[in-house]
């Protein structure tokens, strides 16, 4: 579960975010605070992985918030009704901003990229999960019942143990998040996750049709023949 903070001063803005932070179901809201000061104080003694953070608050400022706080910060996103402040927002290090009134789509959007940096630092359960965006929220799927992943003209299909989910995405875009220890790219259209293959069939034409966990048949592409060395039941 990631842990999150909102520090906002402006009473229905806190409450919309709060409201709208509900579509992500593996963020945990700790706290709510209405000023820098006591944040900071708070801050002193808890280790969030996220903090939502208005940039103009009562005596201290959020930007001055964001420098005060000791390396290495929690990810942070500014919440701010003037988009000037973005330049400033990426020179503490900030993983994005969103505008006032809050939108939705930008919301998820930035969750997205604070997650990416929130991963390589998390406890194992946090960690070990692929957020992806189905139905207007956010699932965070454990890797291990992403089992794989289909190109589908714009779109990729995610198959897990127990639904099939689709999102705006690449398969190399996939690819290049999904650690290579546990996934390969078998063909074109397909990635899987390794130790969910449980049956090889050969094909006349050098090719194979890998069979996974679930009864999911995936063929393999020529080009990616090498990428296969290692995999259980396929020749050298």
């Known amino acids: 579960m990631i842990s999150a903070v909102i520090i906002e001063d402006e009473p229905l803005a806190a409450e919309k975010l709060a409201f709208l932070l509900k579509d992500f179901p593996g963020i945990r809201i700790d706290g709510q605070f209405a000023e820098a000061g006591t944040a900071l104080t708070w801050l002193t003694t808890h280790t969030p992985d996220l903090i939502f953070l208005d940039i103009q608050l009562p005596g201290l400022s959020g930007m001055e918030l964001a420098r005060a706080l000791p390396d290495p910060s929690p990810a942070i996103i500014f919440t701010t009704a003037f988009d000037s402040y973005a330049i400033d927002a990426f020179d503490v290090n900030a993983v994005g901003y969103l505008l006032k009134p809050f939108d939705r789509n930008r919301l998820i959007a930035v969750v997205l990229k604070?997650?990416?940096?929130?991963?390589?630092?998390?406890?194992?359960?946090?960690?070990?999960?692929?957020?992806?965006?189905?139905?207007?929220?956010?699932?965070?799927?454990?890797?291990?019942?992403?089992?794989?992943?289909?190109?589908?003209?714009?779109?990729?299909?995610?198959?897990?143990?127990?639904?099939?989910?689709?999102?705006?995405?690449?398969l190399t875009a996939m690819e290049e998040a999904l650690p290579a220890t546990e996934y390969v790219r078998v063909h074109k259209s397909f990635i899987i996750r390794k130790d969910a293959l449980k049956e090889i069939e050969p094909l006349p034409n050098g090719e194979f049709i890998l069979t996974l966990s679930t009864g999911k048949k995936i063929p393999t592409g020529r080009t990616y023949r090498s990428a296969l060395t290692g995999l259980p039941g396929i020749p050298d």
Do not use: F, M
Not at 144 to 170: A, P
């Open 114 to 170: 604070a997650l990416k940096k929130i991963r390589p630092t998390a406890s194992p359960a946090d960690r070990d999960v692929y957020p992806v965006k189905s139905g207007g929220k956010i699932r965070l799927i454990p890797l291990k019942e992403l089992l794989w992943i289909q190109s589908d003209h714009n779109d990729v299909k995610i198959g897990t143990t127990g639904d099939i989910l689709s999102q705006r995405s690449t």
